[in-house]
Nanobody, 120 residues
C-alpha cells in the first residue's frame, strides 16, 4: 500500500508563513510528479496550487506565485510547500497528490489533507 501523509497545517496570521510536508510511505519503485492542491470551501472544486516533477521542474497557480515555493527531497520521499505572506484567501484544506510507480504501473495517490487557516 502507498500512503501520503500531509503535515504542517495550522492557524497563522495574515502575512505569516507555514511549511507543509507530504511524506510518502509503503512499497513502490518511484515517485514522479507531485502536486499540492487545495479546497477552499466544502463543495468548491479542488484547485492546483503547485506541482513539481521528479527532476525539479515546477509550476504554480497565479494566485500563489512569488509567495509559495514547492520543493522535494527524493531521498526522503517528501515534498514540501513553503508558504509565505499568507492571506485569508489561502485558507483551505491542502492535499498532496503523487504519481507513483508500483508493480510496473503508475497510479495517482492522495493524502488526507491538512487544514490551513489564515486569520487574525
Amino acid at each position: 500500500q502507498v500512503q501520503l501523509v500531509e503535515s504542517g497545517g495550522g492557524l497563522v496570521q495574515p502575512g505569516g508563513s507555514l511549511r507543509l510536508s507530504c511524506a510518502a510511505s509503503g512499497t513502490f519503485s518511484s515517485i514522479n510528479t507531485v502536486g499540492w492542491y487545495r479546497r477552499q470551501a466544502p463543495g468548491k472544486q479542488r484547485e492546483l496550487v503547485a506541482r513539481i516533477t521528479r527532476g525539479g521542474s515546477t509550476n504554480y497557480a497565479d494566485s500563489v506565485k512569488g509567495r509559495f515555493t514547492i520543493s522535494r527531497d527524493n531521498a526522503k520521499n517528501t515534498v514540501y510547500l513553503q508558504m509565505s505572506d499568507l492571506k485569508p484567501e489561502d485558507t483551505a484544506v491542502y492535499y498532496c497528490s503523487a504519481s507513483v510507480l508500483k508493480a510496473l504501473t503508475w497510479n495517482d495517490y492522495w493524502g488526507q489533507g491538512t487544514q490551513v487557516t489564515v486569520s487574525s
